[in-house]
């Protein structure tokens, strides 16, 4: 399927198939991996998302939110800059994964399961799920 991007400004940035950006979300010095999903109102800067295995369509994200899941992708009004998200990451809303302590290297037991942040790049790991208004 084609990459669907409404109302959002991506720049500088190399983007893969099935890709959706939604309404409001800026995109900048980021690559974006096949089925990827950024949220409304996201703000991506100097990330890789590598994407996901599989499109959910708009009736499974609604299903997941109603069940309080968070859904394959980026979750609206997220913030993420300088980071690596790896496969089939579930990040929820109103997160700022921007290393705000500017940790340079190490697996701190401060961070949340599944995230780890060396030479200053907060990394997400495969299938990990972070909650909504995680800020790291």
């Known amino acids: 399927p084609p990459s669907k991007m409404f109302g959002a400004d991506v720049a500088d940035s190399l983007v893969g198939d099935a890709i959706i950006v939604q309404e409001g979300a800026t995109v900048k010095n980021c690559v974006l991996g096949s089925c ?5 109102n996201c703000h991506v800067q100097d990330t890789i ?25 980026i979750g ?5 800059v300088r980071a690596i998200v790896d496969s089939n990451a579930r990040i929820g809303k109103n997160c700022e994964l921007i290393n705000k302590e500017g940790i340079v290297d190490g697996a701190n037991a401060a961070l949340p399961k599944g995230i780890v942040i060396k030479d200053g790049i907060l990394v997400v790991m495969r299938g990990v799920v972070v909650p909504d208004g995680t800020v790291v």
């Open 36 to 40: 990827a999903y950024v949220g409304r």
């Open 49 to 73: 998302i590598f994407g996901a295995d599989t499109i959910d369509t708009k009736e499974v994200r609604a299903e997941e939110l109603a069940a309080g899941k968070v859904p394959l992708g």
């Open 76 to 80: 609206e009004n997220t913030k993420l």
